[in-house]
T-cell receptor
Framework: AQKITQTQPGMFVQEKEAVTLDCTYDTSDPSYGLFWYKQPSSGEMIFLIYQGSYDQQNATEGRYSLNFQKARKSANLVISASQLGDSAMYFC????????????FGTGTSLTVIP | DAGVIQSPRHEVTEMGQEVTLRCKPISGHNSLFWYRQTMMRGLELLIYFNNNVPIDDSGMPEDRFSAKMPNASFSTLKIQPSEPRDSAVYFCASMTGGTDTQYFGPGTRLTVL
């Protein structure tokens, strides 16, 4: 079975500070991909960052980085230097590379950046 | 490059009416997904296609829902008859095995009165 868990329904961060959004996963597939998406209040789902299970280094994309700890089955998103525009819902997702193309999404974390 | 295109962006209809949502995936993408998002149930996968063939429709709520993908550049999700509990945002997403990433359309906000 594949499962994504996001335990933080809501988070607050001061502008310009860093914030970590938690994500844990469970899968029996030895090869998998982990993803983070951002959903602002306008509603679109925006792809942020991808981490492959065999990648040696943590993925980074600008101010976004993925803190991948394979033994702990965690894939936390770190946003550095938070901006007001980072206020949004954030979804963690996983795809088992040997079990088809289906993505499994977490329930999301609502991030509010405080000026 | 054009992203995933969905139409209409907003749809308001009355209970019992037929609703058709449309999606054009990114050119070259061979997998297409339909999702439904509500506050109560979050993001739910309804159905997905590989190379125009439905692979998993276990998320389709009931027989009132149907989806087709007649060619690589077009898919429809139909609800007949519609009910108020179908009110949600419906997303279409596409991907190709090469990029391994799903890209979402802007969504269709459906309201059934």
């Amino acid at each position: 079975a594949q499962k994504i868990t996001q335990t933080q329904p809501g988070m607050f961060v001061q502008e310009k500070e860093a914030v970590t959004l938690d994500c844990t996963y469970d899968t029996s597939d030895p090869s998998y991909g982990l993803f983070w998406y951002k959903q602002p209040s306008s509603g679109e789902m925006i792809f942020l960052i991808y981490q492959g299970s065999y990648d040696q280094q943590n993925a980074t994309e600008g101010r976004y980085s993925l803190n991948f700890q394979k033994a702990r089955k965690s894939a936390n998103l770190v946003i550095s230097a938070s901006q007001l525009g980072d206020s949004a819902m954030y979804f963690c997702a996983m795809r088992g590379l040997n079990t088809g193309n289906q993505f499994y999404f977490g329930t999301g974390t609502s991030l509010t950046v405080i000026p | 490059d054009a992203g995933v295109i969905q139409s209409p962006r907003h749809e308001v209809t009355e209970m019992g009416q037929e609703v058709t949502l449309r999606c054009k995936p990114i050119s070259g993408h061979n997998s297409l997904f339909w999702y439904r998002q509500t506050m109560m149930r979050g993001l739910e996968l309804l159905i997905y296609f590989n190379n125009n063939v439905p692979i998993d429709d276990s998320g389709m709520p009931e027989d009132r829902f149907s989806a087709k993908m007649p060619n690589a550049s077009f898919s429809t999700l139909k609800i007949q008859p519609s009910e108020p509990r179908d009110s949600a945002v419906y997303f279409c997403a596409s991907m190709t095995g090469g990029t391994d990433t799903q890209y979402f359309g802007p969504g269709t906000r459906l309201t059934v009165l």
